[in-house]
C-alpha cells in the first residue's frame, strides 16, 4: 500500500480509529476536509488506488468542461496524466453536514502543463459524501471554472 | 390560494405516498425527483420564486456556471433579477442516482430566450444533490458547468 493510501484508509475510518475526536458534526467535519485535502495530494501523486478509495462506485464527476465521467473514466484520466498536474490547492472549504450527508464547496487552483504548455485553472468544486459504515465516499463531484 | 402553478405541481409531487416494496419505491423516488427538477425549470422560466423556494433547502449551495458561489437566498435574488428572459428551459438528458435518503442527479440543461434585446442560448452540465428530509425531496446543492468540450 502507497502511503497516501494508507493515510486515505485512516481517514476514511477516523473517528473509531484515531481514538478522541470531536463528536457529532464537527467530527464529520474534520474528516471531510481531510479527505479533500488526501485528494488533492493524491492527484498530484497520481494515487490511483488512493483516489479509489475515496470514490463510490457510482460516482459522477463533472470536468471543467462540462464532460461527465464515471469513476473508471475520471482514475484512467489521473493515469493518463494528461494533464500532468505539478500543484493543486484547495481553497475556501465549507463542509455542510446533513446527517450521514455531506456537502463540501470550495475553490481550487490546478497548474500543470498540456501539450507541453503550462496552464493554471482557478474553478469551484461541489462535492456530495455520504457515510457508509463507517467510510465518508464520494458520490458526486462537480468543477466549474471561475470565470469572474 | 396557491400563489403558482408551478408551486401546486410541486406540492403535489411532494405529497405523492411512496410505494411500499423497495424497487418500485425506488423507482417512484426517482421519478418524484425528475418531475421535480422539472418544476425548477418551469420555476426559471416564469422566473416563480414561490415555486424555487419550495424545491430548495434553507442551506442551499449554489454554484453558477461562472463560478458565482450563492446561497439560496442570493440565488433567488438573482433569479428575479437577472436581464435574462428565458423563453424556453428543457432538460435534454437526466439521469438519478439514488442512495438511502440521498438522491444525486446529473443532467444537461439548455436555456435560450433574450437578454438585453439579444438572443441568448446557454448549454450546461448540472449536478443537484436532493435530501429527502420527512419524505419530502430538497435540492441542497446545486452546480453548473458550461459544456465546451
Known sequence: ?148 | MWRSRTAFLILLVLTVPAFAQSGARAESEQVKILALENAWNQAIQGKDRAALDMLMGADLVYVDYDGTLMSKADYLASVKSSPQHPARVVSEFMNVNLYEGVAVVNGIYRESGEKNGKPYMLRERFTDTWLRREDKWICVASQSTLISH
Open chain 1, 1 to 148: 500500500m502507497k502511503p497516501l493510501a494508507l493515510v486515505l484508509t485512516l481517514l476514511c475510518s477516523a473517528p473509531s480509529v484515531v481514538g478522541a475526536q470531536p463528536s457529532g458534526d464537527s467530527a464529520a467535519r474534520s474528516s471531510i476536509l481531510a479527505l479533500e485535502h488526501a485528494w488533492d495530494q493524491a492527484l498530484e501523486r497520481q494515487d490511483i488506488k488512493g483516489l479509489a478509495d475515496i470514490f463510490d462506485n457510482g460516482l459522477m464527476y463533472v470536468d471543467y468542461d462540462g464532460k461527465l465521467l464515471t469513476k473508471t473514466d475520471y482514475l484512467a484520466r489521473v493515469k493518463l496524466n494528461k494533464d500532468n498536474f505539478q500543484q493543486v490547492v484547495s481553497g475556501d472549504l465549507i463542509v455542510q453536514i446533513f446527517g450521514s450527508t455531506a456537502i463540501a464547496v470550495g475553490s481550487y487552483r490546478a497548474a500543470g502543463t498540456e501539450g507541453g504548455k503550462p496552464f493554471v485553472r482557478r474553478g469551484r468544486f461541489v462535492d456530495t459524501w455520504i457515510l457508509e459504515g463507517k467510510n465518508w465516499i464520494c458520490i458526486a463531484a462537480s468543477t466549474t471554472s471561475i470565470q469572474h
